[in-house]
């Protein structure tokens, strides 16, 4: 009975445990210090809020390892697997760019600034859109994104000052400048290309690579036909962009959106 007992419990003690917890420990750590780092350099976001309980959850874990039963340990690493593997999805996904450059237009969603400057994550996104640009100088580009809490002004005139300052020409450009989320950005994109394309019209979204998969899903629901375009996310982001858009992809399939038509 004793030995049995001893087989459903994890390990009390010993190296392996030792180097287990300390790696979890500094993991938690690590998680820890880039939140502190986000909350003094990048705009407050309900992501940072996720990671700072994130990285305190895992300390917890480590500090109390030895003590939590063979059950809790499964329950955790269960949903540590499921996590890693959504995250590695919407990565893969991100990278698979399926422009054709003979679209009639782009849709640059857009994402924080810092003032009146585009941060690195949106300067990346909008490099995407230049380069597209160069491929195809026909299209027309549409900067979305309207002015949220510590922006100065609206994310598309942001954006729309920093490609004309990379040579677009301004009437190559459409501001939308009023929306507030993904669905926004895209639903109010259409409506603004629909003048120029009475019959309908192609395009391609640019965002970050993270974001991919939940602004194709929703352009659908808004009635675009898109390819997409993934611009690379900033390393010292990648765990608080992927931790909001796990939970916003979960909330997309739980409420989706009412699909609308072109």
Request: overall charge positive; aromatic content about 10%.
């Amino acid at each position: 009975m004793g030995k049995n007992s001893q087989k459903c419990r994890p390990p009390q003690s010993g190296g392996a445990a030792r180097k287990l917890k300390y790696a979890v420990l500094a993991i938690g750590a690590l998680l820890l210090i880039n939140t502190v780092i986000l909350l003094f350099g990048a705009n407050f976001t309900f992501g940072m809020v996720l990671q700072g309980i994130a990285s305190a959850a895992i300390i917890l874990y480590a500090v109390y390892l030895n003590r939590i039963p063979l059950a809790g340990h499964i329950i955790t690493g269960t949903m540590c697997t499921i996590a890693l593997v959504f995250a590695i999805f919407l990565a893969v996904y991100g990278k698979l760019d399926n422009a054709e450059y003979n679209e009639d237009a782009v849709i640059v969603l857009g994402t924080a600034i810092r003032g009146e400057q585009v941060s690195r994550s949106l300067a990346k996104r909008l490099d995407k859109a230049f380069e597209y640009y160069g491929k195809n100088p026909g299209a027309l580009i549409t900067v979305c994104g309207g002015q949220g809490f510590q922006e100065d002004i609206a994310e598309a005139l942001a954006m729309e000052r920093y490609l004309v300052a990379k040579g677009v020409p301004p009437e190559h450009i459409i501001k939308e400048d009023k929306s507030t989320s993904t669905y926004e950005n895209l639903s109010f994109a259409r409506d603004a290309l629909k003048p120029h394309f009475p019959q309908g019209f192609s395009c391609v979204i640019v965002t970050s690579n993270f974001h991919i998969y939940r602004a194709s899903r929703l352009a659908r629901y808004a009635g675009i036909p898109a390819n997409h375009i993934g611009a690379p996310t900033v390393w010292y982001t990648i765990p608080v962009n992927y931790l909001r858009e796990m939970l916003a992809v979960a909330k997309m399939w739980a409420m989706p959106p009412k699909a609308q038509g072109a």
